[in-house]
């Protein structure tokens, strides 16, 4: 008898690794899903729910026994993000996975503008010091989000420039992502670009969002200062403000732009444009 190879899917409640859990559900992989709340899990036959959290190294250890292959979803935004990151990398490669598969992000660099694709960079280091083998998603911003950026007055906000970035829609990280789990061994030490198929300024997507809500929306191009003034009516850490302006910040910089073929390349469909998602209401 043939043992079917285990495959984990960490953060099986959220967007994309329910997606990829799901797309697994009906292939011949034993699938794991490690999460936070085994309630909250998927219901998909066959598959077997672990409470685990990035931070729990015991509990990963448990979690991952036996398991060849693991796609780790990065952990939400945290002052020890990266803390939990390296716990969970090394725990996977204590258990003894032989690939992990982990979602970073489009210009991870020690140096990015961006600060969180920073921690992105380190956790990749991790990763290829670890002896795993590796398959990295570097996605772009998740066009999904684009719309939320627009306030109540119908102005988008931000020090973004006339920089570009190619947004990517959540559920082509989810095909992209899936195949990569189906077939690790063709995809060992790779880093893919994940994009959308055009890069937009944020004049054009505002314009975009227009035509599909029927209501004008507008860009403004905040100062930096601007920027930090209008986002501290939200009560939140520095790390967290500085996380919100370099999000436009690294657009106007230019490091969120090209376009990549590799959702085409790996999933043999063109990536969604913003407004194909605006219209499957995806």
């Known amino acids: 008898m043939t043992t079917r190879p285990a495959v984990a899917v960490t953060g099986a409640t959220g967007f994309v690794g329910g997606a990829v859990a799901r797309a697994l559900g009906g292939s011949d992989a034993a699938l794991r899903l490690l999460v936070r709340d085994t309630a909250r899990a998927p219901?998909?036959?066959?598959?077997?729910?672990?409470?685990?959290?990035?931070s729990d190294r015991e509990a990963a250890v448990r979690a991952l026994d036996g398991v060849q292959t693991?796609?780790?979803?990065?952990?939400?935004e945290s002052a020890d993000r990266l803390e939990q990151h390296l716990t969970f990398v090394d725990a996977a490669a204590a258990a003894g996975v032989e690939h992990i598969v982990y979602t970073s992000f489009f210009g991870a660099a020690p140096d990015?503008?961006?600060?969180?694709?920073?921690?992105?960079?380190?956790?990749e280091e991790r990763i290829k010091a670890s002896g795993m083998g590796y398959t990295l998603l570097r996605d772009n911003f998740y066009l999904d989000f684009l719309p939320s950026l627009v306030g109540e007055d119908g102005v988008i906000r931000g020090p973004a420039g006339e920089g570009r970035f190619?947004?990517?829609?959540?559920?082509?990280?989810?095909?992209?992502?899936?195949?990569?789990?189906t077939m690790p061994q063709d995809h060992r030490g790779v880093t893919y670009d994940l994009t959308g198929p055009?890069?937009?300024?944020?004049?054009?997507?505002?314009?975009?969002?227009?035509?599909?809500?029927?209501?004008?929306?507008?860009?403004?191009?905040?100062?930096?200062?601007?920027a930090y003034a209008s986002r501290r009516r939200w009560e939140a850490p520095d790390w967290q403000y500085d996380a919100w302006v370099s999000t436009y910040t690294a657009i106007a910089?230019?490091?969120?732009?090209?376009v990549s073929g590799?959702?085409?390349?790996?999933?043999?469909?063109?990536?969604?444009?913003?407004?194909d998602h605006l219209a499957a209401g995806e």
């Open 262 to 275: 590799a959702v085409a390349g790996l999933t043999g469909r063109e990536p969604l444009s913003l407004r």
């Open 70 to 76: 693991v796609l780790m979803v990065s952990a939400a």
């Open 166 to 181: 190619a947004a990517v829609a959540r559920a082509d990280v989810a095909r992209s992502a899936v195949e990569v789990l």
């Open 112 to 123: 990015a503008v961006f600060t969180l694709a920073r921690d992105h960079f380190a956790t």
């Open 253 to 258: 910089a230019g490091q969120l732009d090209g």
């Open 43 to 54: 219901e998909i036959p066959g598959a077997e729910a672990f409470s685990v959290t990035y």
């Open 198 to 226: 055009e890069a937009l300024t944020m004049g054009e997507v505002a314009d975009i969002l227009t035509e599909h809500l029927g209501r004008e929306v507008r860009y403004h191009d905040e100062t930096i200062e601007e």
